[in-house]
C-alpha cells in the first residue's frame, strides 16, 4: 500500500531482529540512492532486549531474553509479542533535515493513532516516549528510539499493546526506573495490533503533512 509514495507494509506473525535490521539497513541504502520508497514497516518481535547508543550495562538487570546492540538513540528497551513495532525509514533530505521536527512529529502521529483508540496520551518534556495515566500514576505506554545515517531514518517506535509486562522487568526500560510500564490491554482498552495499525494509517497523513510544514518553515 502507497500512502503519499511511502510505501505501508506490515509483517504477520513474528520477525527476526537481526533479519529486519539488515532489511531496514538495505532498504536505508536504497531509499538514499533513490532505487526504493519510503517506507513504513510494521510488524512484532519474539521476545528481546535491545541496547541503544546510551545503553548502561548496569540497567539489565536479567538477560533472560537475547540482547542485541542497536544503532538506535536511547537505552534498555524490550520487544515482544503483543507489542507493536514500527520501523519508520523515511528520507529527510527531502523532508527538511530536521532530525527534532521528525522526533516530535513521530510522537505526535503515535498520539494521535492512541487518541483514535480513545487513549489520552501525550509526551513529557525530558522524559523519552509515550505516557498515559493509571491509577497508579504515570506509566509508559510507547517508546522513540531513531537513528539518521545520510539523512535517511531507521528505527522508529513501539506501543505496547497487550504484551507480558513483566519481560521489561529484566531492564530499566529506557532508563527510567522509576515509573511503570502501561499497556492498552493494561488501561483497560481491548484494541488489538490491527486497530492501532489501522490508526496509524489513518494517522499517517497528518504526520508526513508536519513534517512538509516544518520543512517549509525551515526554507522560508
Request: proline fraction near 5%; include cysteine; hydrophobic fraction near 40%.
Amino acid at each position: 500500500m502507497m500512502i503519499d509514495d511511502v510505501e505501508w507494509q506490515v509483517s504477520p506473525g513474528l520477525t527476526d531482529y537481526p533479519t529486519a535490521v539488515a532489511d531496514m539497513d538495505a532498504r536505508a541504502e536504497a531509499i538514499r540512492a533513490g532505487t526504493a520508497r519510503e517506507r513504513i514497516w510494521l510488524l512484532e518481535h519474539a521476545p528481546l532486549y535491545t541496547a541503544g547508543t546510551s545503553a548502561d550495562s548496569a540497567e539489565l538487570l536479567d538477560p533472560r531474553f537475547p540482547v542485541h546492540a542497536s544503532g538506535r538513540g536511547g537505552r534498555y528497551t524490550y520487544h515482544g509479542p503483543g507489542q507493536r513495532v514500527g520501523y519508520v525509514q523515511l528520507d529527510l533530505g527531502a523532508r527538511g533535515r530536521d532530525v527534532r521536527c521528525f522526533v516530535h512529529a513521530l510522537e505526535q502521529w503515535v498520539i494521535g493513532a492512541l487518541g483514535q483508540l480513545g487513549v489520552a496520551a501525550r509526551a513529557i518534556d525530558g522524559r523519552i516516549g509515550i505516557w498515559v495515566d493509571t491509577p497508579g500514576g504515570e506509566a509508559k505506554i510507547g517508546a522513540i528510539g531513531v537513528r539518521v545515517r545520510r539523512w535517511v531514518t531507521l528505527h522508529g517506535f513501539s506501543v505496547n499493546v497487550d504484551p507480558d509486562l513483566d519481560h521489561f522487568t529484566g531492564i530499566v526500560p529506557c532508563g527510567l526506573g522509576e515509573f511503570p510500564v502501561a499497556s492498552l490491554a493494561s488501561i483497560g482498552n481491548n484494541a488489538s495490533l490491527g486497530a492501532l495499525d489501522t490508526a496509524l494509517r489513518e494517522t499517517l497523513p497528518e504526520f508526513l503533512a508536519a513534517l512538509a510544514r516544518a520543512c517549509e518553515k525551515k526554507n522560508s
